[in-house]
């Protein structure tokens, strides 16, 4: 029977390659495959959109998920799946409650249904799932301290500034993360986005998301080992989006060959 810690891994590894690099080269041993867990979730109820053409499948997904998490902290028996494994372990060895999980999953579901975004604000409000998980990360590292404030930055700007890698990823999946007023400013058309067609603008609607990326950088020590990797690969990444002159907007960036990752990674 495959190991579901192996599954668990791999799918870390393809669904985000920056985050398994940080995961190897911080976090001890024995919490590693509670990580690698909570990330695999992540992604499997990300993904739901992408997965799903209709509304009622993509409930389907979400409700199976808030069935097996009952199952986990309030049954012997749970249905069987690599990250259902994990999170049975981390609900033995760990603070995380059935609660924890139940809001991660209902955050995934309010970001499935939310619109494009009209405003950073907007754009912001989506951040949340990352929030959420980067919080019970930091949970499971270190669960007498409570940065939330610090943890809350740096996930934000994860998230933003990742939205900005795949931009062109999103918008083959016509997932349009740009807010609104920022493309209507920079006279640039949702439909002009979804096919592809190169606009000198672009630069200029992204340039606001890296900024504030950035800002939030600011001020956040005293975070674990991982978090402090991704603060300084946030960093780093908006460095190169910018000296790039915005050219991760055009096409698709492959992470495993940003030259400057290695050296983040290896680093203090």
Not at 110 to 120: G, I, S, V
Not at 125 to 136: A, I, R, Y
Not at 243 to 248: A, E, I, L, T
């Amino acid at each position: 029977m495959p190991d579901s810690n192996a599954i668990n891994i791999q799918s870390v590894k393809q669904a985000s390659y920056l985050r398994y690099l940080a995961c190897l080269t911080s976090v001890p041993t024995q919490a590693r495959h509670h990580l690698f867990g909570l990330l695999a979730l992540h992604h499997e109820l990300a993904k739901i959109r992408y997965v799903t053409t209709e509304e009622v499948s993509a409930h389907i997904r979400f409700r199976w998920w808030l069935e097996a998490m009952e199952e986990i902290y309030t049954k012997a028996r749970y249905r069987p799946h690599p990250v259902t494994d994990a999170i049975k372990n981390i609900s033995q060895a760990t603070s995380l409650t059935h609660q924890h999980f139940i809001e991660f999953i209902e955050s995934h579901q309010h970001d499935y249904h939310a619109d494009m975004p009209h405003t950073m604000d907007d754009l912001i409000t989506l951040t949340s799932p990352t929030v959420q998980l980067h919080q019970l990360i930091e949970r499971v590292l270190r669960p007498d301290h409570n940065n939330t404030t610090i943890i809350t930055q740096v996930a934000k700007a994860w998230s933003l500034t990742m939205s900005v890698v795949h931009l062109p990823q999103l918008l083959d999946k016509q997932h349009v993360l740009l807010p609104y007023d920022l493309l209507k400013e920079h006279h640039i058309t949702v439909g002009q986005l979804i096919k592809g067609e190169k606009h000198d603008q672009l630069p200029d609607v992204v340039k606001p998301i890296i900024d504030y990326s950035q800002m939030l950088l600011k001020d956040t020590e005293g975070l674990s080992p991982f978090m402090h990797k991704l603060k300084h690969i946030v960093g780093y990444t908006n460095k190169r989006i910018t000296k790039k002159s915005y050219d991760v907007c055009t096409k698709p960036v492959d992470v495993r060959g940003f030259r400057f990752v290695w050296m983040v990674i290896t680093s203090n």
